[in-house]
Every structure is written in structure tokens, then in C-alpha cells.
């Protein structure tokens, strides 16, 4: 891909019937709403998609189905990371043959000891990049044990042609993309956050160029971040002021659970379930979460109720490089 991603790339979730079985048509659905909430790119198997409560086999149906209902329209990124750099290897082969643009990957760790050093994380993403054409997001996640520091990830950026993502949401994370902004420079043009966009403005100022939040609200983050872009700061930090108490909840107080229940209670799917040990929401973390979706009118709550299309039917491609 020689063009930089920029925009929103929600993370799509892994739909699941009520009986806890992989649900092809709600994927097809989510995809479809995701792309008609303005989306730039869909993120598969990352972490809000509970890529680690899901089999290999399954992996390869999230991707097919979400391919054929989004064909060329906007670009896929799917997350292949794995402690074993073989493991990532095949996966990031198997990615790019399935159609994905972008794989992501966070560096190599296991449960809460088991990290890695520096030079054990390069040769990993060297391995990777030497195994695929396609580029690569670095996913700097509180949730591994081995840190990525500014040095590092400006070494990989600078020394690995294909690194030119990379997804930061760490504590204080506009203040480690004003230094990948100086270390790095335009050798990492695609700097996104996550964390739901909870810091998305001050994020914005930092230097990010996108967004890698869930499926609740990606058309009113897409706007933000594309009135940032234009000059309009001021309108783009009163959007985000309105719906940051959404988003506050979802992060705080639901995590990954939100977006399966607002795309539930919005008609998009059939079911909200999860996979044990993880435990649906207690009652009343609905009711405060729908509160909150309503007054702020989500498209989420609004996209099937007033003709959401079927998955089978595409719109006219947007013209994106």
C-alpha cells in the first residue's frame, strides 16, 4: 500500500451466536455498518475482537467473510500477533493471502513475567516484514510486558521499511508521539491511538493521523479527526467533548463488551455474547451505557432500524487508492 492510512479503523468484533458458535452473517453485518459509519480501514482479531478466545480456524472465517462482504472498498488490517515469530510469520503470510493490507502485530510477551529485550523484538518484526509484502502496524499495548520504548520503535521504524504504523496507547501517549514525531519523523507517518479514543485531542495534537477505536461510535470519531485535519481544532474539540463520556464509560466500565451490546441493541446482531471466563454485562451497565448511546444519538442504535443494508448488497466503492 504506498498511500498512508489515515482516518478511523475501528477494531470490528468477533460476533457470536447465542449458543456461543461464530456467527458469519452478524460479521458480514458489523462490516457493513462499519463501512457505511465512514470508516477508512476495519481492524480484525485484535484485542476488542477476542482474538485470543478464538481457534485457528475460525481466524481464517473472520477474515473470509469480512473479505467478501467488504471486497476492495476499504482496506483490512488483521492483527497477527504471537509470542512464537514463526507463529506470527505464518500468520502474517496467511493474512496477506487472504486480502488484508496491513498486519498488526504487538511485540512478543506471555502472561504477566515473560518478556522479551530489544534486539530479540527487532529480529521478530524483521522476520515478519521479510515474510510479507504487505505493511505493518507495531501495537504499543498496556497490555505487554515488553515495553516498546521511543528508541526502540524509532530503530524499527528507520531500519524496517514496512513498519510504517503504529498504534500507541500507552499511559501518557501524547507525550511518547511527540517524541516518535522527533525520533522517527516521516520514516513512521502512520501514527493512530487507541483506547477507545479516550485521549483522541490531545493525540491529535501529538502528531496522530488517525484513530483505532471499536465499533460504538467510528462515524462521529472519523469526523473529529478529519476536522483536525482540515484546520477546524476548535469543532473538532467540542465533537469529541460532547461524546466523551460515552466513550469514558465504554473504556472504564465496559471494555470490550460495549460494542457487542449497543451492536445488539441497535438490531446490527443477534446476539451479544462473549466467550467464558469473560461474563456479559450486569443489567445496569446496560441501561447507563444505552443512556449515554441515546442522548448522544449513535449511529449504532439507528443503522438497521432505518435500513441497514444486507450484507449482500455493496455500495459504490469509494474510490480510495
Known amino acids: 500500500m504506498s498511500h498512508v492510512l489515515t482516518g478511523v479503523a475501528p477494531v470490528a468484533p468477533t460476533v457470536f451466536a447465542e449458543d456461543g458458535s461464530f456467527d458469519p452473517a452478524g460479521q458480514k453485518r458489523v462490516a457493513r455498518y462499519l463501512i457505511d459509519a465512514g470508516s477508512d480501514a476495519i481492524c480484525l482479531l485484535a484485542n ?6 478464538v481457534t485457528d480456524s475460525e481466524r481464517d472465517a473472520i477474515i473470509d467473510h469480512t473479505m467478501e462482504e467488504v471486497g476492495a472498498e476499504v482496506p ?11 507463529i506470527a510469520v505464518e500468520r502474517s503470510v496467511d493474512a496477506q493471502r487472504r486480502g488484508a493490507s496491513v498486519v498488526m502485530l504487538m511485540p512478543p510477551f506471555y502472561g504477566a513475567t515473560m518478556s522479551v529485550d530489544d534486539q530479540s523484538v527487532f529480529d521478530y518484526f524483521s522476520r515478519v516484514a521479510d515474510s510479507i509484502d504487505i505493511d505493518i502496524m507495531v501495537q504499543d ?10 528508541e526502540l520503535l524509532t530503530r524499527l521504524a528507520r531500519e524496517i521499511p514496512q513498519i510504517r504504523y503504529a498504534k500507541i496507547e500507552v499511559p501518557r501517549t501524547a507525550e511518547k508521539l511527540r517524541a516518535l514525531t522527533v525520533g522517527a519523523g516521516d520514516k513512521l507517518p502512520g ?4 483506547e477507545e479514543s479516550i485521549t483522541l485531542i490531545p493525540d491529535l495534537h501529538a502528531g496522530v493521523v ?11 470519531l472519523g469526523g473529529i479527526v478529519r476536522a483536525f485535519a482540515a484546520g477546524n481544532v476548535e469543532g473538532a474539540t ?32 443477534t446476539s451479544p455474547a462473549v466467550r467464558a471466563p469473560i461474563q456479559p454485562l ?16 449513535a449511529l449504532i442504535l439507528r443503522w438497521a432500524k432505518k435500513g441497514g443494508r444486507h450484507p449482500s448488497i455493496h455500495p459504490q466503492p469509494r474510490g480510495r487508492a
Request: hydrophobic letters at 40%; proline letters at 3%.
Open 48 to 53: 476488542y475482537s477476542e482474538q485470543f478466545s
Open 282 to 297: 450486569q443489567d445496569w451497565k446496560v441501561r447507563e451505557l444505552m443512556a449515554l448511546a441515546t442522548k448522544n444519538d
Open 76 to 86: 483490512i488490517m488483521v492483527t497477527t500477533s504471537h509470542f512464537s515469530a514463526r
Open 210 to 220: 488517525g484513530t483505532m477505536c471499536s465499533a460504538v461510535i467510528p462515524d462521529r
Open 141 to 150: 499495548s498496556p497490555l505487554s510486558t515488553t515495553k516498546l520504548s521511543v
Open 191 to 194: 501514527l493512530f491511538d487507541g
Open 238 to 269: 467540542q465533537e469529541w467533548e460532547q461524546i466523551l463520556p460515552l466513550i469514558h464509560y465504554e473504556n472504564r466500565q465496559c471494555g470490550l463488551l460495549a460494542a457487542k451490546q449497543l451492536l445488539f441493541e441497535g438490531g446490527i446482531i
